[in-house]
C-alpha cells in the first residue's frame, strides 16, 4: 500500500486549565469531571491535510493552529490556548513539541490517556480518531514521523522522502507507527 502524502493529516495537542467559569471567552471544551484548577489536554486529527514534506516543526504547528481556528466555540482558541502538532522532525521530537504533562481527552470526553508522557508509551485508552469539528471522525492516516515513544524515526522524521504515518483509530502502538506492506 502506498500512501498519497497530500491526503494525510496531523494530530494536535493542546494544554489546558480548567477556570471553572462558563462565559464563553474561557470556555474551551471542558470534560466531565473536572474540577476548578484541573490541568487538562485535549487531542484531535485536523480535518484538513497537509503533506508533509517540511522539515520545519513551525509549518505543522501553524497548522494545527490554522485546523482548530475553523471551529473556536469548541476548540479553545479564543482564549490564547497553543496548540502543538504530535509530529517528529529530524530537529524537533513530538514529545519535546507537544509534551503530555496532563490527562489527555477528545472532544467528546473520552480520556485519551493518562497524566504523565503516557501518550508517548506507546498505548491509549483511546484512539484519537475525532476531528476538531463536533461529532467528526476521521478516517484517515495521519502523519507522525515518530516513533511510538514520540521520537523522530529517523529516515521517517517529517521533511524526509517517506515521513512515518500512524493509523487514525488504533489504540496501541499504531496510533503513531502504522506500516503497511
Same mark, same amino acid.
Given at each position: 500500500?502506498?500512501? $498519497?502524502?497530500?491526503?494525510?493529516?496531523?494530530?494536535?495537542? #493542546?494544554?489546558?486549565? /480548567?477556570?471553572?467559569?462558563?462565559?464563553?471567552?474561557?470556555?474551551? /471544551?471542558?470534560?466531565?469531571?473536572?474540577?476548578? =484548577?484541573?490541568?487538562?489536554?485535549?487531542?484531535?486529527?485536523?480535518? *484538513?491535510?497537509?503533506?508533509?514534506?517540511?522539515?520545519?516543526? !513551525?509549518?505543522?504547528?501553524?497548522?494545527? $493552529?490554522? +485546523?482548530?481556528?475553523?471551529?473556536?466555540?469548541?476548540?479553545?482558541?479564543?482564549?490564547?490556548?497553543? %496548540? $502543538?502538532?504530535?509530529?517528529?522532525?529530524?530537529?524537533?521530537?513530538? $514529545?519535546?513539541?507537544? @509534551?503530555?504533562?496532563? @490527562?489527555?481527552?477528545? /472532544?467528546? *470526553?473520552?480520556?485519551?490517556?493518562?497524566?504523565?508522557?503516557?501518550?508517548?508509551?506507546?498505548?491509549?485508552? &483511546?484512539?484519537?480518531? #475525532?476531528? +476538531?469539528?463536533? *461529532? +467528526?471522525?476521521?478516517?484517515?492516516?495521519? %502523519?507522525? =514521523?515518530?516513533? +511510538? /515513544?514520540?521520537?523522530?524515526?529517523? &529516515?521517517? !522524521?517529517?521533511?524526509?522522502?517517506? @515521513?512515518?504515518?500512524?493509523? %487514525? =483509530?488504533?489504540?496501541?502502538?499504531? %496510533?503513531?507507527?502504522?506500516?503497511?506492506?
Amino acid at each position: 500500500m502506498k500512501f $498519497k502524502a497530500q491526503c494525510l493529516v496531523t494530530i494536535a495537542l #493542546l494544554l489546558l486549565s /480548567f477556570s471553572g467559569l462558563t462565559s464563553k471567552a474561557s470556555a474551551a /471544551f471542558v470534560p466531565a469531571g473536572l474540577n476548578a =484548577g484541573d490541568t487538562y489536554q485535549l487531542a484531535f486529527v485536523t480535518s *484538513g491535510s497537509r503533506n508533509g514534506a517540511s522539515a520545519n516543526i !513551525a509549518d505543522y504547528n501553524a497548522f494545527v $493552529k490554522a +485546523q482548530a481556528a475553523l471551529n473556536p466555540t469548541n476548540t479553545g482558541t479564543d482564549v490564547g490556548v497553543n %496548540w $502543538k502538532a504530535i509530529v517528529s522532525t529530524a530537529a524537533v521530537d513530538a $514529545k519535546d513539541n507537544a @509534551p503530555v504533562v496532563a @490527562p489527555v481527552y477528545r /472532544f467528546d *470526553g473520552t480520556l485519551i490517556s493518562t497524566s504523565g508522557p503516557t501518550i508517548y508509551s506507546g498505548s491509549l485508552n &483511546a484512539a484519537i480518531s #475525532l476531528t +476538531q469539528v463536533a *461529532g +467528526q471522525t476521521s478516517d484517515s492516516f495521519v %502523519w507522525t =514521523g515518530s516513533n +511510538q /515513544f514520540g521520537v523522530d524515526s529517523g &529516515a521517517g !522524521a517529517m521533511g524526509t522522502g517517506s @515521513p512515518r504515518v500512524g493509523l %487514525w =483509530g488504533a489504540s496501541n502502538n499504531f %496510533w503513531a507507527i502504522f506500516t503497511a506492506s
